[in-house]
């Protein structure tokens, strides 16, 4: 499998500056960019590996390491895969996206760890709310959730994927 048509850290290269003069972000916002735009450069400093059999050097440029980037984590998000799918019971799950109006997103950027918590903490009780009532599922049910900030044309689009499982525990 060669190298993708595009990468991220290219569509950062060419376009972050002009983006970020039009929309000011987040300190931390600039450091994941940067980190993304840097991975796997020399910017990062690099190491030399040498085969032992036919001595072969290849040039190995460092990770950035970050929980954002695409090339640092797909390793990370394969083995998070596999440990979930160990997790599963043997019954139907169900898929349930939770997202808030867009008229409060811009409060997403500048308060994102307060409204992001807000957002998970309100789709974990509504789904326990709906699993406890008898006139549901009548029982204590589990979920996983993850938060995706943006959507599938890089708009700011918070919302959270939650994977319930179709059964929970009763006395």
Request: proline share 5%.
């Amino acid at each position: 499998m060669g190298r993708p048509l595009f990468e991220l850290a290219t569509i950062l290269r060419d376009y972050k500056t002009a983006f970020q003069e039009k929309h000011p972000s987040l300190k931390y916002h600039q450091r994941v960019l940067s980190a993304i735009e840097h991975c796997r450069t020399a910017y990062l400093g690099g190491h030399v590996d040498q085969c032992d059999t036919c001595n072969q050097l290849r040039i190995s440029y460092n990770s950035c390491r970050n929980r954002h980037c695409p090339k640092c984590q797909v390793t990370n998000r394969e083995r998070w895969i596999d440990e979930r799918q160990r997790d599963l019971l043997p019954v139907s799950y169900f898929h349930v996206v939770f997202t808030i109006p867009q008229e409060v997103n811009i409060y997403c950027l500048n308060y994102p760890k307060e409204l992001y918590n807000i957002l998970f903490e309100a789709s974990k009780e509504t789904i326990e709310t709906f699993a406890n009532d008898p006139k549901h599922l009548g029982a204590k049910t589990g979920m996983v959730s993850v938060l995706h900030t943006w959507g599938q044309n890089l708009s700011l689009h918070p919302h959270v994927h939650m994977i319930i499982p179709g059964g929970g525990i009763t006395e």
